[in-house]
């Protein structure tokens, strides 16, 4: 198994709009809708904010939303705000009851 | 308020076993909606699924780690362990408890607040 694969780092200026790609293969992101989506700032615990490729937790903005396309998972940022600058990681089911993470992207808002 | 902590260790020696202890407070662990796992992250680095359990003691773990993890639970004190052998540097990480979303989900939505622990003789 390989860690999917994720631009190191992304930016955007305040109000707009980025997406953070997360690309896998046909065993893993392409064969199961269950891609989840992290946020971490730095020194604190991850932060789930989208599961199952789309879904939202309770009391997860909006402005972030997940989709998925053959083996490449995304996920959007819409009204990019200052403290949406964090580190993202992608985690999809890679099959016989396993998982992977990504390498990470690091979002700077501008 | 549902709570994980994890404890143990914060310096082992290489070639030792690592043994951590994750405990959840604020409800039960027996709770058939959920799975619980621990994920670490070295330092500066990504995180790293090391594997899973549920309550009845069935467990899943990262094949690249299989050979030397063993995570159990203990449904009366509410806790889960990890136990990770033959230690080096590169276990040398953030070590985090989390609680997963069970019915295949395979996505966290409560963590500990991590344990730092670092192999150095």
């Known amino acids: 198994q390989s860690a999917l694969t994720q631009p190191a780092s992304v930016s955007g200026s305040p109000g707009q709009s980025i997406t953070i790609s997360c690309t896998g293969t046909?065993?893993?992101?392409?064969?199961?809708?269950?891609v989840s989506w992290y946020q971490q700032h730095p020194g604190k615990v991850p932060k789930l904010l989208i599961y199952?490729?789309?879904k939202w937790p309770s009391g997860v903005s909006n402005r972030f939303s997940g989709s998925k396309s053959g083996n490449t998972a995304s996920l959007t940022i819409s009204g990019l705000q200052a403290e949406d600058e964090a580190e993202y990681y992608c985690?999809?089911?890679?099959?016989?009851?396993?998982?992977?993470f990504g390498g990470g992207t690091k979002l700077t808002v501008l | 308020q549902l709570q994980l902590q994890e404890s143990g260790p914060g310096l082992v020696k290489p070639s030792e076993t690592l043994s951590l202890t994750c405990t959840l407070s604020?409800?039960?662990?027996?709770?058939?909606?959920?799975?619980w796992a621990w994920i670490r992250q070295p330092p500066g680095k990504g995180l790293e699924w090391i594997g899973s359990?549920?309550?009845?003691?069935?467990?899943y773990y990262n094949p690249s780690l299989k050979s030397r993890v063993s995570i159990s639970v203990d449904t009366s004190r509410s806790q889960f362990s990890l136990e990770l052998s033959s230690l080096t540097a590169a276990d040398t990480a953030m070590y985090y408890c989390?609680?997963?979303?069970?019915?295949?989900?395979?996505?966290?939505?409560?963590w500990g607040r991590g344990t730092l622990v670092t192999v150095s003789s």
């Open positions: 989390a609680r997963q979303i069970g019915g295949g989900s395979w996505s966290f939505d409560l």
């Open positions: 604020g409800g039960s662990i027996s709770n058939r909606s959920y799975w």
């Open positions: 359990i549920f309550y009845s003691g069935t467990t």
């Open positions: 046909s065993s893993d992101v392409g064969n199961y809708n269950l």
């Open positions: 199952e490729v789309s």
């Open positions: 985690c999809s089911y890679g099959g016989s009851n396993t998982l992977i």
